[in-house]
């Protein structure tokens, strides 16, 4: 044997399987190569793991123990370090739609895709936890977005879009914390550090399917020998992993209860076959010697081959949409037959040609020291766990979050996010949350008052101030200080545009704005009416003759037209509605009043009625108000509103300078109506918001 070189970036990878553990030491060369420095394979000698999960851990320790102690004493060096994978067969895998709604339109940027994905990581935490049938604890491994939507338009990137909603397919995996425990468990009790763990499916499709093949829609098959696992790859990306408790020891099983042999017999016979012996000696149950042809094992396998393969189209037709792939590529042992490729290829309706073993030809930049080819497929995933070193450097970290200690799987690119949805706090805990709407109506249509956004979240990290998309490593103190909730929407009456749009009515030639009558749930209510939730608001456009005629303060004793039409003011209808920008027309219509004959003769007297306030009439009460400043006499009325102030104090309210007429009277918010006195100081301006 050459002399052996250690570069360093020797690695070691462990394959802990169900029927054997495979141990790879090597190295990768400047040039992508990876060169084989040792190898050893040791089966359990008891049924010790079980579809690809540890039962005993002594057990295999013992088997892991041997490889390591072979691989050291050839390569004549210690193994402190290893990279090693956990069985897909124990990976739960979630699939789900996801949106995220941006509220009004709006342009899509880096924050809400990271949103969108939080909600994703969210939502599929839940659905893992709520099929699972008991407490086990499980950790994320990995997840992406498989395609994003705009609406209901599918794009290959959002950013810079505008829209209401953004969407996607989401696909997260899944692995229990007992199996990651397990696999590290044993890995200490061998003195060895784990440097890296992925998925065994990863380890495989990343030699089986290299990334420029996956644009096309394929399926890998792992066939180990308690359970098949299954990869989908479409439009560039893995779409879809499952896992069948199916594999070869169910074609092993076959052969041991047709023959009434033991296990380890049954597992030899079927290995014979798969390398072409025609015959084959074995003893039954009872010690005796028996011979069987490949004719009768091929016989005896056929109906489990069957079923296994029409088990694996069934599943990887599901994990496809409902349709078939386009070519179906198979490693690991349980596929070295040749009935199973052809069995598969005719399950899945494919030609054979499309159902291929792989071996040789994914092996083009592996080789050993000695520069010898690798060709065995059972040899993919060994393989495919050392050359995953080189390109994620994956691994469990510790660190603190709030002060509980969690542990995360290292893809390479973890953040905070990532913490706080191990540590289990909900996404509505991290971004700022709007307060509750109000829900109103205004003359029938619905009408919504906005809540106001809370404080977002504070990130503290090793007692800096950051973010949650901050990187994060082993070992980092991480406090999540929880975002608030915003005040709950709210608006006043004198905030609703139809209000604030007031009503005008022509009187005498002049323009004159009044308020709105408005009436909350079949009761007046004034300006300053806080709205409630479910309130039915009617706010008037009219003023009825009576509400118009007593404002304005006019009798029987005048004449009144409206729109040129001349009002009887004995017997009109009261209820009859004015509506804004009516022309109104009022004049004084004197009555002579006469003594009595008997008493003494005087001057005739001519008593005129009382006048609106707006009309120049004789006074009959007057006060002196303070208006912005300047101080204004009212006449004409025996009582007083702000409306009156109008008459007296030259202010434009139809020639807005802002966008919300102010009204106080001695510092508090009135209204039109409100009662003016002596001496009240009265304020009446525009104002910007």
């Not at 409206?562 to 009002?567: A, C, L, P, Q, T």
Request: proline share 3%; hydrophobic share 35%.
């Amino acid at each position: 044997m050459n002399e052996i070189k250690f570069p360093d970036n020797t690695v070691f990878g462990l394959d802990i399987g169900t029927r054997s553990v495979v141990g790879t030491v090597g190295y990768m060369k400047p040039t992508g190569e990876f060169v084989i420095l040792s190898q050893k394979t040791e089966c359990h000698e008891t049924r010790a793991m079980l579809d690809g999960q540890i039962h005993d851990i002594d057990k295999v320790t013992e088997t892991v123990q041997k490889v390591k102690t072979e691989l050291e004493t050839e390569l004549g060096r210690e193994l402190k370090t290893v990279c090693i994978a956990a069985a897909g067969r124990v990976l739960k895998t979630i699939n789900i739609r996801v949106e995220y709604d941006l509220g009004e339109e709006n342009t899509v940027n880096e924050e809400m895709l990271h949103n969108l994905e939080m909600l994703g990581m969210e939502q599929a935490k839940e659905n893992v936890h709520s099929e699972s049938d008991d407490d086990t604890e499980y950790f994320c491994v990995g997840y992406s977005i498989v395609r994003y939507y705009l609406g209901s338009v599918q794009l290959t990137n959002l950013i810079g879009h505008h829209g209401k909603k953004i969407a996607a397919d989401f696909l997260a995996t899944f692995l229990p914390k007992d199996v990651i425990d397990g696999l590290y468990t044993v890995c200490e009790r061998v003195k060895l550090n784990v440097l890296s763990l992925t998925l065994e499916p990863i380890a495989a499709i990343n030699i089986a399917i290299p990334e420029k093949f996956r644009l096309l829609n394929l399926a890998l098959v792992d066939i180990g020998a308690g359970t098949s696992d299954i990869c989908i790859t479409k439009e560039g990306t893995i779409t879809g992993y499952g896992m069948l408790p199916c594999a070869g020891d169910f074609l092993t099983e076959s052969i041991m209860y047709e023959l009434l042999t033991d296990f380890p017999t049954a597992e030899n016979i079927k290995l014979a076959y798969a390398k072409k012996r025609k015959k084959m000696q074995y003893r039954d149950v009872m010690g005796s010697r028996q011979v069987i042809e490949a004719t009768k094992v091929k016989e005896i396998l056929e109906s489990p081959f069957r079923k296994l393969t029409a088990s694996i189209s069934d599943k990887i037709k599901e994990l496809n949409g409902g349709d078939k792939v386009g070519a179906v590529f198979i490693v690991g042992g349980g596929g070295k037959n040749a009935e199973f490729t052809e069995m598969l290829a005719e399950a899945m309706g494919l030609p054979k040609t499309r159902v291929v073993l792989r071996g040789k030809e994914v092996f083009t930049t592996v080789t050993t020291q000695e520069g010898k080819s690798v060709k065995d497929p059972m040899l993919v995933t060994p393989i495919g766990i050392c050359m995953n070193y080189y390109k994620n450097n994956n691994n469990f970290i510790t660190l603190t979050i709030n002060g509980v200690e969690i542990k995360l799987y290292d893809n390479g690119n973890l953040n905070v996010m990532d913490a706080i949805v191990s540590y289990g706090m909900s996404n509505a805990g991290i971004f700022p949350k709007r307060g509750a709407d109000l829900k109103y109506t205004v003359n029938g249509a619905e009408r919504v008052a906005r809540g106001k956004n809370g404080d977002s979240s504070v990130i503290i990290i090793n007692n800096e101030e950051s973010s949650v998309t901050a990187p994060i490593a082993s070992g980092d103190d991480i406090v999540v200080k929880e975002s608030t909730v915003g005040e709950k929407g709210h608006i006043k009456i004198s905030e609703i545009p139809e209000y604030k749009e007031g009503i005008f009515f022509i009187i005498n030639g002049k323009q004159s704005q009044f308020e709105r009558k408005v009436k909350v749930n079949g009761e007046e209510k004034q300006a300053d009416y806080d709205v409630k939730e479910g309130d039915s608001i009617e706010i008037a456009d009219y003023y009825t003759l009576s509400e118009l005629f007593t404002i304005l303060d006019v009798s029987e004793q005048f004449k009144v037209t409206v729109n040129n039409k001349e009002i009887d003011m004995a017997s009109y209808d009261k209820d009859e509605k004015v509506f804004g920008n009516y022309i109104i027309d009022v004049t004084s219509a004197p009555v002579s009043v006469s003594r009595p004959a008997a008493a003494p003769a005087e001057p005739e007297v001519k008593a005129v009625p009382h006048m609106p306030s707006f009309m120049n009439q004789k006074k009959t009460d007057e006060i002196t108000v303070t208006v912005n400043k300047t101080q204004v006499t009212l006449k004409g009325k025996t009582s007083y509103t702000f409306v009156d102030i109008l008459d007296f104090y030259t202010f434009n309210i139809t020639a807005a300078t802002g966008n919300k007429l102010i009204t106080k009277v001695n510092g508090k918010e009135a209204d039109f109506f409100t009662a003016i006195k002596e001496g009240d100081v009265a304020e009446l301006y525009w104002e910007k918001i």
